[in-house]
């Protein structure tokens, strides 16, 4: 079946612009979850959903990032104000549920450039 | 100090030799402890994951944990060129998130 998808692949902003990054979780998948993994880098957790609620917002880095999945299935992470230090390969991956969250599916990434 | 150390290689091994992959970690919470591999330009592909202490066995892939010593180990056994990847360990506490190491970049020349 499908896997976990994301769009776009590839983003370059220029410095202050915000961007929106897409996440289409394996269908019927309640969990769902962001990492940002910085090049050479293990990915680092930024928030989680279960279904429509955020319940765990700890690692979003500052302000300007912001998740939503307002239906429960697609998710979106905008980012405002772009900066150079945003540059990082964006991953969204999914669970079935909460009881399964030790395995994660994780769909190719968004690759953000901010020059 | 990172909750989960890897050795970010590169590790060159020739083709059919055991690969041994390791981790320490230093949360004591963990439970959970999960291996994934990275393709370049790619997702983290689930390999296997493991609760507490002891083995866990997948075709050529073996997971290891030690909780006494906090280390955490992945052997490939006949490894193959198609074994070229970057491998992450993960754990996971009480909370849903997993903390990933760095990744040790493997290659597996013919």
């Known amino acids: 079946g499908a896997g976990v998808s994301q769009s776009p692949r590839y983003k370059v902003a220029k410095r202050g612009q915000d961007v929106a990054l897409r996440c289409d979780p394996i269908s019927g998948h309640v969990s769902l979850f962001w990492y940002q993994q910085a090049l050479g880098q293990g990915p680092e957790f930024l928030t989680y959903f279960q279904n429509e609620a955020q319940l765990d917002k700890s690692g979003l880095p500052s302000d300007r990032f912001f998740a939503e999945r307002p239906e429960g299935s697609v998710s979106t992470l905008k980012i405002q104000r772009t900066q150079q230090e945003d540059s990082a390969v964006y991953l969204c991956a999914s669970s079935l549920s909460a009881p399964t969250n030790n395995e994660q599916y994780f769909g190719p990434g968004t690759r953000l450039t901010v020059t | 100090q990172k909750e989960v150390e890897q050795d970010p290689g590169p590790l060159s091994v020739p083709e059919g030799a055991i690969v041994s992959l390791n981790c320490t970690y230093s949360n004591s919470a963990f439970q959970y402890f999960m291996w994934y591999r990275q393709y370049s330009r790619k997702g983290p592909e689930l390999l296997m994951y493991?609760?507490?202490?002891g083995n866990k066995e997948d075709g050529r892939f073996t997971a290891q944990v030690d909780k006494s010593s906090k280390y955490i180990s992945l052997f490939i056994r006949d490894s193959q060129p198609s074994d070229s990847a970057t491998y992450l360990c993960?754990?996971?506490?009480?909370?849903?998130?997993?903390?990933f190491g760095t990744g040790t970049r493997l290659q597996v020349f013919p």
């Open positions: 993960a754990g996971r506490g009480n909370t849903d998130k997993l903390i």
């Open positions: 493991t609760y507490s202490s």
